[in-house]
């Protein structure tokens, strides 16, 4: 390197892409995409592929494609089956000033890292989420794809984002409120380990933004299409937040918690009731009370729901 081209090296934001995946093919659009964006100037990418499978099944399709992508590709098995040991796989190999993280099931827009990057200088944000807009297919019931039931974007509260998700995110990793903050292994395989892990960085300080223009798209496929997916994940979304709730209480301000928790439950049952014959407000209302459902089981300490990886006789959703 050159005195004249050193500056210019030096000067460039350096962003890691960092992609989880566990035995998906849908993992080459995903990387497809992020060659096609639109690279942010001055911006030095490079992709990470974390392989959560127990067989490096994604490494060599990972290195197949790195000789079309325009960026940097680094690929690391980090079995297995549970996805907090490949977040926090990219958490351990990422050296750039962001980490941005995306699944490996989605496709990003063009815009979508610069965005994010737009983001964090206009807040200093330490974390920025963006939207995940759900993709249905024809076959999707017509109440689900009016109610838009699987996209995903923040939840304010008192004009605060307090905790988020791993979809669509970007972590400015010069923030100390990130120095050493890891992803939990107990909730690798149930899932809400992303909410747990921005929810603590909040509690920490830590400010989350959003760019609304930050756009990934999600397909939903069949199995997912349905009301029996969209429970399941409901409770276990008010499992992970009953849990933190409860980790935060005292006696009494958990049965505070557990009394409006009832009172949300008795309200959504009243909702759904209202609106019998008008199938996406009347399923909108029993998912929301599935969700508190989930949060009084929190409350109570009923462990979170496997989701992920295989689930071998006696899995209970820790990692080995």
């Not at 923040?154 to 972590?171: A, K, R």
């Not at 809400?192 to 830590?206: F, S, V, W």
């Not at 049952?269 to 989930?294: D, M």
Request: with cysteine.
């Amino acid at each position: 390197m050159t005195d004249e081209t050193r500056p210019e090296q030096e000067s460039k934001v350096r962003v890691d892409i960092c992609v989880c995946t566990y035995r998906r093919p849908a993992l080459e659009d995903a990387l497809l995409s992020i060659a096609a964006m639109r690279a942010p100037e001055r911006a030095r990418i490079r992709i990470v592929v974390a392989d959560n499978d127990d067989v490096p099944s994604a490494r060599d399709r990972t290195y197949r494609l790195a000789s079309n992508l325009p960026f940097e590709v680094s690929y690391v098995h980090c079995p297995a089956s549970n996805i907090s040991i490949a977040r926090n796989a990219c958490l351990d190999l990422a050296t750039g000033d962001f980490l941005a993280f995306v699944d490996d099931d989605e496709t990003v827009s063009p815009d979508w890292l610069a965005e994010l990057l737009r983001c964090a200088a206009d807040t200093g944000a330490e974390a920025v989420l963006g939207p995940v807009r759900a993709v249905y297919g024809e076959d999707a019931p017509s109440w689900m794809r009016r109610g838009d039931f699987h996209s995903t974007r923040p939840v304010w509260v008192d004009g605060e984002i307090h905790t988020g998700y791993t979809c669509n995110l970007l972590l400015n990793r010069s923030s100390p409120r990130l120095a050493g903050r890891r992803f939990n292994l107990a909730l690798g395989r149930t899932g809400g380990e992303d909410t747990e892990y921005l929810g603590r960085l909040h509690q920490a300080g830590g400010r989350i933004a959003y760019a609304p223009d930050a756009v990934v798209f999600e397909p939903v496929p069949a199995e997912r299409a349905g009301f029996a997916w969209l429970a399941k994940r409901r409770f276990r979304m008010g499992q992970t937040h009953g849990r933190i709730l409860s980790e935060k209480a005292g006696g009494m301000t958990r049965a505070r918690h557990m009394g409006l928790v009832g009172a949300k439950l008795g309200y959504c049952a009243a909702v759904a009731a209202l609106f019998l014959f008008n199938a996406e407000r009347r399923n909108r209302s029993i998912l929301r009370g599935i969700l508190h459902a989930g949060v009084m089981g929190g409350l109570f300490g009923i462990s979170e729901i496997v989701q992920y990886g295989d689930q071998p006789a006696g899995a209970h959703g820790h990692a080995d």
